[in-house]
């Protein structure tokens, strides 16, 4: 079985349609583990919670879907995330709110765990270092973990209570073995590693192994949306840059 590993959507509606056209040019998927950021900093909340939905996925919440529902504090969000948010909150529908609500944080299911941050902190934690990575493998109880919330498509293997470290790039194999992994497929709708083409992974459990890939998607588009609806300005350009 194939499955769709995707996280940080981020109300882009075209880099999503882009990843799930482009998942069927490697044998497509039969189900979908999302881990969080569905919305916020994007021009298409609703459309893309209602294209999710109908892929029936695995989803937990990330820090952006509890704010935009109003689950967290959008105290600790910097002003640029912060407007994007309220704009957000007000485009949901009573059953995107419905959605983003029912979301777990945590979803443990056969050898991996999904959290949208870390295992210790599943909302909020980045892991973007491997002594952060090494602390977190305490936390986990299964042989495998995957994250988002950086935006970084990357693998941190735990060895002797340590961590190394991998970046991914397009086309890039992971092969699972003994060893406890922490995996990011980098973000589908903001990624912020260089390369602004959306960032997915597909996980074989026949073959025990993870794939990254990259597509590109119509950014001018997204950004005319964003524009339209009067997001705030470094939101709009850092879609082109991939930061
Ligand atoms: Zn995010």
Redesign the pocket.
């Known amino acids: 079985m194939k499955y769709l590993i995707i996280a940080?959507i981020?109300s882009n509606l075209e880099a999503l349609q882009a990843v799930l056209e482009d998942a069927q040019n490697y044998g497509g998927f039969g189900n979908v583990w999302c881990m969080g950021?569905v919305v916020?900093y994007g021009p298409d909340p609703s459309a893309c919670i209602k294209l999710l939905k109908q892929l029936d996925p695995l989803c937990v919440s990330?820090n952006?879907d509890l704010a935009a529902v109003g689950k967290i504090d959008i105290a600790d969000f910097n002003s640029d995330a912060a407007r994007a948010n309220r704009w957000t909150s007000g485009q949901l529908s009573d059953e995107d709110r419905e959605f983003l609500l029912m979301l777990p944080e945590v979803i443990v299911e056969d050898d991996f765990t999904i959290v949208h941050g870390s295992p210790r902190m599943p909302a909020w934690e980045y892991i973007a270092y491997s002594f952060t990575a090494a602390d977190n493998f305490k936390y986990l109880t299964t042989r495998y973990c995957l994250v988002?919330?950086t935006?970084v498509p990357c693998v941190f293997e735990e060895e002797e209570g340590m961590a190394n470290e991998g970046y991914m790039s397009h086309g890039d194999m992971l092969a699972l073995g003994d060893k406890r992994l922490i995996i990011n497929p980098g973000?589908v709708g903001?990624p912020r590693d260089r390369d602004q083409r959306a960032s997915y992974a597909i996980y074989d459990s026949d073959e025990h192994n993870i794939f990254n890939y990259r597509v590109p998607y119509d950014i001018a588009v997204t950004q005319d949306k964003m524009e339209q609806a009067g997001l705030p300005q470094f939101l709009i350009s850092r879609l082109a840059s991939g930061i």
């Open positions: 940080d981020h950021d916020g990330g952006h988002g919330h935006h973000g903001q």
